[in-house]
Structures are given as structure tokens and as C-alpha cells.
Nanobody, 123 residues
Framework: QVQLVESGGGLVQAGGSLRLSCAASPRTFVVYAMGWFRQAPGKEREFVAAISGSGASTYYADSVESRFTISRDNAKNTVYLQMNSLKSEDTAVYYC????????????????WGQGTQVTVSS
């Protein structure tokens, strides 16, 4: 069983930055690719970014590429999402998730999910 706990959400002005963290429980953290998804009010959950187990490969949604950076520290069992140049449309609940699958941009391929952390960007 994998437990994921997100933190770092909050209220920020447009143009500002936030860093989300996701702490994972297993000692085998490195075998999981990790992803970030988000869900805005009234919308479906969407893919944001993902990173391979080693951290060597990353993948981003077009809407966040060049503004967001995903990274991980396997010694700390933690994955991060650095969010810069935030926009009001980035407002959502952000979830981290873990997968052993080969495809990273679909919810259905993730086995474990955190409870989410709210990010609100004021314009």
C-alpha cells in the first residue's frame, strides 16, 4: 500500500509562485513514476506533470510547460511541483499520484492518489 500526502497549497496572487510537495510512504518509492493532476471546480481532473522513478524523464501538459517544474528526491520519498507565473486558471485542487505503468498522462494508469491540496490564484 502506498500513502501519499500533499502539502504546500495556498492562496497566491497571479504571477506568484508556490511549491507543492508530496510525501510517499513506501521504501520502494523509486519504482514508481509520479504524477501531478489537478481538478478545478466544475471540471474534470486533468494531467499536469509526471516524472520517472529515477527523475531522469519528465512530461508536462502544454498548459503548464515552461511555468511548472516537477522534481523528486528519492532519499526523502518526496516529489515536488514548483509552480511559477501562476494564473487564475491554475486554481484547482492538486493531487499527486503514483504509477508503475508506462503511460503517465491518464488517471486510469495511476494506482495510488493523495487527498489533494488546494491552490487558489487571485487575479
Amino acid at each position: 500500500q502506498v500513502q501519499l500526502v500533499e502539502s504546500g497549497g495556498g492562496l497566491v496572487q497571479a504571477g506568484g509562485s508556490l511549491r507543492l510537495s508530496c510525501a510517499a510512504s513506501p521504501r520502494t518509492f523509486v519504482v514508481y513514476a509520479m504524477g501531478w493532476f489537478r481538478q478545478a471546480p466544475g471540471k474534470e481532473r486533468e494531467f499536469v506533470a509526471a516524472i520517472s522513478g529515477s527523475g531522469a524523464s519528465t512530461y508536462y501538459a502544454d498548459s503548464v510547460e515552461s511555468r511548472f517544474t516537477i522534481s523528486r528526491d528519492n532519499a526523502k520519498n518526496t516529489v515536488y511541483l514548483q509552480m511559477n507565473s501562476l494564473k487564475s486558471e491554475d486554481t484547482a485542487v492538486y493531487y499527486c499520484a503514483a504509477t508503475t505503468g508506462l503511460r503517465w498522462d491518464r488517471e486510469m494508469d495511476y494506482n495510488y492518489w493523495g487527498q489533494g491540496t488546494q491552490v487558489t490564484v487571485s487575479s
